[in-house]
């Protein structure tokens, strides 16, 4: 590693305070903002500088795709796929698609995933699994995986209805059961063949605010 100028410290510097506060890397004009210089391309130049001297590693066809190599043992990038909530299907990557369909990356303890999971995560919008403790803007970690057992917490699709919900999962004589933690939501009933699972919860992160306590 060559020899580490005060403007690159201080991007270095305030890379690793963001992703320990956020959880996720920030952006080009987060770096801007953040260290007050002038334009995109000098942000662009040091980045490019830490990551050829080893400092940093970055998946240019991913946004906020920096993550810290000193870093990287003991932890896993994960591809933030977006929120959890109704709308598009969530947009389960393959090992050829995960670039095209990745929002952003976070660092997960490596603790958190099974070996050989192959894991993306979610942005929780909504309470309905309040006492379950996934709240709103927490962030899941989801194994992609369609089989899932009763009780586990899931990301299904449904078809009918064209949106995205989080719930645990239960198996019934003739419909399943998507059941909300929270008493002032009501389940969920549907067909099988009317419900597509999408991952199982495997992980949950959140940034505790100081100030709402």
């Known amino acids: 590693m060559g020899e580490m100028t005060p403007k690159r410290k201080t991007i270095l510097d305030f890379i690793t305070h963001y992703i320990d506060e956020q959880g996720f890397a920030p952006s080009i004009a987060d770096i801007v903002k953040g260290c007050g210089i002038s334009s995109p391309s000098i942000v ?3 980045l ?6 080893g400092y940093i590693r970055r998946r240019p066809e ?9 870093r990287l043992r003991g932890r896993i990038a994960v591809h933030l796929l977006g929120a959890i909530a109704a709308g598009q299907p969530i947009p389960v990557p ?3 698609t995960w670039h095209t369909v990745a929002e952003e990356m976070i660092e997960v303890p490596a603790e958190m995933l099974p070996s050989g999971v192959q894991a993306y995560a979610l942005r929780v919008k909504g309470k309905s699994m309040i006492d379950a403790l996934v709240d709103d803007g ?3 970690v989801l194994e992609a995986t369609a ?3 009763n009780g586990q917490m899931v990301a299904a699709w449904l078809k009918d209805r064209q949106e995205t919900t989080l719930k645990k999962v239960y198996f019934e004589p003739n419909r399943i059961r998507l059941q909300p933690a929270n008493d002032t939501v009501k389940p969920i009933y549907v067909d099988p063949d009317n419900l597509l699972v999408q991952g199982r919860v495997i992980a949950v992160l ?8």
């Open 44 to 46: 662009q130049y040091h």
């Open 48 to 53: 490019d500088v830490l990551e050829k001297e």
């Open 62 to 70: 991913t946004y906020r795709s920096i993550s810290l190599r000193q």
């Open 94 to 96: 393959t090992e050829e």
């Open 138 to 140: 927490d962030i899941v």
């Open 147 to 149: 089989r899932v057992e």
């Open 206 to 213: 959140r940034k505790y605010d100081l100030e709402s306590h």
